[in-house]
């Protein structure tokens, strides 16, 4: 199983980036995908999940109505389109892969987005 995160880079406050995670090696549309992210010296944290078939997305409070996570269950994506980006939206960004029966769990290896003038 792999999960790729692509899609980070440096933007100024008030930008928006568009993160794109490709899933290989699992049944995509059987886990429940989610984005957390992880900040320097904080606790890594959930940020976004959307359900197996897409009918169902929640937010953290942080992020609510700036952020928007969507998935393409044909191309076995998941995407988390940033707008009216912050600097303490500053954090490493990881996809994650949750089964909708068991336990089995995985993450990407992270992509990095920078907010900063």
């Known amino acids: 199983v792999q999960l790729v995160e692509s899609g980070g880079g440096l933007v100024q406050p008030g930008g928006s980036l568009r993160l794109s995670c490709a899933a290989s090696?699992?049944?995509?549309?059987?886990?429940?995908m989610s984005w957390h992210r992880q900040a320097p010296g904080k606790e890594r944290e959930l940020v976004a999940t959307?359900?197996?078939?897409?009918?169902?997305?929640n937010y953290a409070t942080s992020v609510k109505g700036r952020y928007t996570i969507s998935r393409d269950n044909a191309k076995k994506f998941v995407y988390l389109q940033m707008n009216s980006l912050k600097p303490e939206d500053t954090a490493v960004y990881y996809c994650?892969?949750?089964?909708?029966?068991?336990?089995?769990?995985?993450w990407g290896q992270g992509t990095q987005v920078t907010v900063s003038s």
């Open positions: 090696g699992l049944s995509f549309f059987r886990y429940g």
């Open positions: 994650n892969a949750k089964r909708d029966t068991g336990n089995m769990e995985y």
């Open positions: 959307i359900t197996t078939d897409g009918g169902s997305t």
